[in-house]
């Protein structure tokens, strides 16, 4: 979407009594559809980045199993949450 200043016809005529001052621009909006390849271009790109961040989302989940030591229940914790983070971040995404 994109926003065009315009003056209309009303703000430039001396018996304008709206609240705006006489010759101030009118902001309109204006919807701007994306050309179909743009969109499909977009789509395969936001496709590739959800693939990436499901990937991570798996290797932080099955990661934190595999550690081992005195603060590994500290570290997995951590895994467990930055995992609920990527997760989280999947919906938006798609």
């Given at each position: 979407m994109t926003i065009q200043a315009?003056?209309?016809p009303a703000s430039v005529?001396?018996?304008h009594s709206g609240s705006r001052p006489?010759?101030?621009p009118v902001v309109r909006q204006r919807q701007v559809s994306p050309d179909p390849s743009a969109t499909k271009?977009?789509?395969d790109a936001m496709k590739a980045i959800l693939?990436?961040?499901f990937a991570l989302y798996l290797k932080t989940k099955n990661s934190r199993w595999h550690l081992n030591g005195p603060h590994a229940s500290d570290?997995?914790?951590l895994?467990?949450?930055r995992a609920d983070q990527l997760f989280a971040m999947t919906d938006p995404i798609a």
């Open positions: 315009s003056r209309s005529h001396s018996g006489l010759g101030s271009e977009i789509s693939a990436d961040v570290y997995h914790l895994f467990d949450e």
